[in-house]
C-alpha cells in the first residue's frame, strides 16, 4: 500500500485544514487507517483512527475539533481539522494497517498554526 499525503499548510489559530492521504495499491487489504502526527521534540502520537467496520477514535486532545473520514470512491482518509491550536503544529502522518497487521507510512505534511 502507497500512501500521498497533502493538505497541510500554514493557519492562524482558530483555522482550519483538510489533511487527505490517498491510497493505492492493495487497497483491499486496509484493515485501518488513521493520522499520527509528531511535534518538535515529542514521540509521534496517533491523532485519529478509522477501522473498516465503520468506528473512529481520537486522540483527547482534538476531540470535538477534528473529524477523520473514509471516502472509498476516492480511496482517501480525511482528517478535518478545526479550532486549531499552536499545538497542533505538527508533522502529520498518515498511516494504514493491513488485515495481516502489516503497517504502511505515508511521507508527512507540515501543519503549522501561527499568528
Known amino acids: 500500500v502507497q500512501l500521498q499525503a497533502s493538505g497541510g499548510g500554514l493557519v492562524q489559530p482558530g483555522g482550519s485544514l483538510r489533511l487527505s492521504c490517498a491510497a493505492s495499491?492493495?487497497?483491499?487489504?486496509?484493515?485501518?487507517m488513521g493520522w499520527y502526527r509528531q511535534a518538535p521534540g515529542k514521540q509521534r502520537e496517533l491523532v485519529a483512527r478509522?477501522?473498516?467496520?465503520?468506528?473512529?477514535i481520537y486522540a483527547d486532545s482534538v476531540k470535538a475539533r477534528f473529524t477523520i473520514s473514509r471516502d472509498y470512491a476516492k480511496n482517501t482518509v480525511d482528517l478535518q481539522m478545526n479550532s486549531l491550536k499552536p499545538e497542533d503544529t505538527a508533522v502529520y502522518y498518515c498511516?494504514?494497517?493491513?488485515?495481516?497487521?502489516?503497517?504502511?507510512w505515508g511521507e508527512g505534511t507540515l501543519v503549522t498554526v501561527s499568528s
Open positions: 495499491g492493495n487497497i483491499f487489504s486496509i484493515n485501518v
Open positions: 498511516n494504514t494497517r493491513r488485515i495481516s497487521g502489516v503497517e504502511d
Open positions: 478509522w477501522t473498516r467496520d465503520g468506528s473512529t
